[in-house]
């Protein structure tokens, strides 16, 4: 649908394919460093978000999210 929003710098994001078939633009302010990357629990119950899924298809990186108030 050519949708695109903006996330500023240092903000947590995430997002949700509900198609079988999805195609994501990501661009990024820098270079990717993954020492400086954090992951978040996707379904964290501190973050109350209502995803439309319970058993979504996660990367390896997604699975070993840390809790929301480890951050």
């Known amino acids: 649908n050519g949708k695109s ?7 947590l994001h995430g ?3 509900l198609e079988k078939e999805n195609i994501v633009l990501y661009g990024c302010s820098n270079y990717r460093n993954k ?17 439309p ?3 979504p298809l996660l990367s390896k990186k ?7 108030l480890e951050l």
């Open 5 to 11: 929003f903006f996330i500023p710098k240092g903000f």
């Open 15 to 17: 997002f949700l394919g």
């Open 35 to 51: 020492k400086t990357e954090v992951t978040v629990n996707w379904n964290d119950s501190h973050l109350n978000i209502k995803w």
């Open 53 to 55: 899924t319970k058993k």
């Open 62 to 68: 997604d699975k070993k999210g840390i809790k929301f």
